[in-house]
């Protein structure tokens, strides 16, 4: 069984937030429970299409099951892979949810040693092989990008450079067309946590009349 869900709430969403954690590289963990050897390999998507790809990729066509679970910001698909309804991509999606991790997939692979563990015992070991493969990954912070845009005097342009440098902005575009004479519009994208400095050490350093635009 897969299930899927987005959300429409941007609160929710990594891009509106400081700075989300994720998986750095792929990680994996195996355990043998009851004579069925489960490997769990946890990694690092930013979208459906590197989801599926990692799917693709990792699944092992010759095991029993290959059972998984995805969540980017507020989408999230997880996958029965033919156990039970919600034995093991339910309890995979839940541990991606309790360790605060994001833009991440956990695959399960599971190879049946001949004893059931019941729905229960499912659940237990999907979830716990999970859980344990992305508490031992090692992650990385990522720090959301704002998209900004300023109109600006030509005559300030030099300064207003000096202070995207400063703060290490990246993606940095102008535009003489704007319209309005003796103007350009500077675009750019700033990590959020520095957002609201960059904008006082621009009305400081520059000008307090200077206009900022949210992209």
Not at 165 to 170: G, H, I, S
Request: one cysteine or more; hydrophobic letters at 35%; a neutral charge.
């Amino acid at each position: 069984m897969v299930t899927a869900s987005s959300s429409s709430s941007s609160s929710s969403d990594p891009n509106t937030q400081g700075a989300f954690s994720t998986i750095e590289g792929r990680h994996t963990c195996e355990k043998e429970i009851k004579k069925s050897k489960f490997i769990a390999i946890a990694g690092h998507v930013s979208d459906q299409l590197q989801a599926e790809s990692f799917l693709s990729e990792v699944s092992d066509p010759r095991a029993t099951h290959n059972c998984w679970a995805y969540k980017v910001g507020d989408q999230y698909r997880c996958n029965d892979d033919g156990e039970p309804s919600s034995t093991a991509g339910k309890p995979i999606y839940s541990a991606i949810l309790s360790s605060g991790l994001d833009r991440v997939i956990v695959v399960v692979t599971r190879y049946f040693g001949g004893i059931k563990l019941g729905t229960g015992g499912l659940v237990r070991a999907y979830g716990g092989i999970a859980m344990e493969c992305l508490r031992n990954a090692p992650t990385r912070l990522v720090k959301s990008k704002v998209p900004m845009g300023i109109e600006v005097p030509f005559d300030l342009i030099g300064a207003l450079y000096h202070q995207l440098q400063t703060f290490k902005v990246e993606d940095i575009k102008q535009d003489y067309d704007t319209g309005k004479a003796g103007a350009a519009m500077v675009t750019f994208k700033v990590d959020f946590d520095r957002m609201r400095s960059l904008e006082e050490a621009i009305k400081t350093n520059c000008s307090r009349d200077i206009a900022f635009f949210k992209r």
